[in-house]
Structure formats: C-alpha cells, structure tokens
C-alpha cells in the first residue's frame, strides 16, 4: 500500500514556476513508477509526465515538454514536478500517482496507475 501527499500548488502569473512535491508513504516506493497528471475544470483527467522506477527514464505529454520536468529522489521517497514557463492552460489539479508494475507502453494511461494522492490546484493567471 502506497499513500501519496501532493503539495506546492498556487498562484502564479503566466511565465512564472512552481514546483510540485509528491511524498509517498511505504518501503517499497523505489520500486515503483511514477506519474503527473491533471484534471481542468469540465475535463477529463490528463497525462503530464512520468518518470521510472531508477529515474532514468522519463516521458512528457506534448504540451509540457521543454518546460516541465519530473525527477524523484528516491532517498526521500518524493518526486517532483518542476514547472516552468507556465500558461494559464496549465491550470489544473494536479495529482500524484504510483503503480509496481507498469510498462513504458501505458505509461502514460491513467487506468494504469493503483495509487493517487488528493491532488493540488495550481492556477496560472494571465
């Protein structure tokens, strides 16, 4: 079992950063995949960006990539979504997910994910 606690949502002016922490509860999170994804208002749930279990494989959603970047710290049992450049359609809800068993291929897939935390707002002012 895996518990998972966002946080570093805000506001922000368009262009501006803010960096998202996941931290996860349990031994085993090293093993496990990671993703980001996030819910608009009146919208269906969307892939960001998702990370391995060794960190080094990372996999970003079109929209995001060259100004968004997941890592994690597996000593500290968090990942981190790192925002930069930030545009009023990246306001969303935010949430954290973990699985044990994924492959590169649904990585990406919401369904996939066992995990989730509660989610946190970030909200891009123009």
């Known amino acids: 079992q895996v518990q998972l606690v966002e946080s570093g949502g805000g506001l922000v002016q368009a262009g501006g950063s803010l960096r998202l922490s996941c931290a996860a509860s349990?031994?085993?999170?090293?093993?496990?995949?990671m993703g980001w994804f996030r819910q608009a208002p009146g919208k269906e749930r969307e892939f960001v960006a998702a990370?391995?279990?060794?960190?080094?494989?990372?996999y970003y959603a079109d929209s995001v990539k060259g100004r968004l970047t997941i890592s994690r710290d597996n000593a500290k049992n968090t990942v981190y979504l790192q925002m930069n450049s930030l545009k009023p359609e990246d306001t969303a809800v935010y949430y954290c997910?973990?699985?044990?068993?994924?492959?590169?291929?649904?990585?990406?897939?919401?369904?996939?994910?066992?995990?989730w935390g509660q989610g946190t707002q970030v909200t891009v002012s123009s």
């Open positions: 349990g031994r085993t999170f090293s093993s496990y995949a």
């Open positions: 990370i391995n279990w060794s960190g080094r494989s990372t």
């Open positions: 997910a973990a699985d044990p068993a994924i492959s590169s291929a649904t990585i990406f897939e919401v369904d996939e994910y066992d995990y």
